[in-house]
């Protein structure tokens, strides 16, 4: 965690210093997109691709697919992630998730 604020508070001095650096843009969305701050994250990436008026086709490429990647993170944190409801992980098997619901259901009901 300590890593994220690191870099968090590096790109937002970068970004106080020049408001148009498109790569301190990027690195301030990829924190906020690891530490789950999706819509903060689409809004930051949004940002640097509009300000990446200098930078190589690879590197605009490339954050136009991690707007697109933080976008899909964004639409599944709308839905309800029923394996995190149950405490289970998305790899559960069948028996566990069954199991895992059974509890749930004794718990709640």
Known sequence: MDKFALASNNALAALELQPTFFKACRTLARVQLALGFYEDAVVAFRSAS?????????????????LSQAEAALQRQAFMDHYALLGIS??????????AYRQASMMYH
């Open 90 to 99: 998305r790899t559960a098997s069948r028996s566990e998730a069954t199991k």
């Open 50 to 66: 509009q300000t990446a008026g200098g930078a190589s086709n690879a590197e605009h490429a490339s954050i136009v697919q991690e």
